[in-house]
């Protein structure tokens, strides 16, 4: 007889064997008590059935917004600032993540984006030369207002743009004003030479 059939014969005495079972049986009850407990470890360690409701945090202040989540033993990290909006306070809550009503557990962290203290900077565009339209329309597309009073200048162009005036002072391209600011436009009355 060969080595392997002599090999694979024992083999196959063990696999028969009492003690074969025993094994098998005892790492069965291993694996069972092993996943038991942890699970139990699991729900104790990560507060299985806690549930703290996310309050509404827009609007708020971090002061007020840091009060809050202290007293819910929750966390928060602020993430972003978004584009103004003059509805919220200044360097106010303006979205959370998770959302308000939401479910979450102690220590959970919740993600803040802040309202900005003022619109961002844009920069004046050179519009000399355009018409009162043309430079209409492309302040507004940039995020300006354009203010309904109008300077009138000698000039041989009728309704051209022949600069611009911010809170009662001429601009010059290049310079940076907050988006929304109103611009008023000097124009050609087309009178000149």
């Known amino acids: 007889m060969s080595k392997f059939s002599e090999n694979f014969k024992n083999l ?13 049986g005892i790492a069965v009850v291993s694996i069972l008590v092993f996943v038991f407990v942890l699970q139990w470890w699991l729900g104790v360690t990560t507060n299985h059935n806690q549930k703290i409701q996310v309050p509404n945090l827009h609007k708020m202040s971090l002061d007020a917004v840091e009060k809050k989540l202290d007293e819910l033993n929750l966390e928060f990290i602020v993430i972003d600032s978004a584009s103004y909006n003059p509805d919220y306070p200044k360097k106010s809550v303006i979205e959370q993540n998770p959302e308000t009503g939401d479910f979450v557990k102690e220590k959970r962290k919740i993600y803040l984006t802040l309202n900005p203290s003022k619109y961002r900077d844009v920069e004046i565009p050179d519009l000399n030369g355009r018409t009162q339209r043309q430079a209409s329309t ?5 995020g300006f207002n354009v203010g309904k009073d ?12 022949r600069g611009l005036i911010y809170k009662g002072n001429k601009i010059e391209p ?20």
């Open 12 to 24: 196959f005495q063990f696999i028969k064997s009492k003690s074969f079972f025993i094994q098998i």
């Open 174 to 193: 290049g310079t940076k004003l907050p988006k929304k600011s109103t611009i008023e436009l000097i124009l050609g009355d087309g009178n000149g030479n």
């Open 150 to 161: 109008i300077t009138w200048v000698r000039d041989i162009g009728k309704n051209v743009v």
């Open 138 to 142: 492309h302040l507004r597309s940039i």
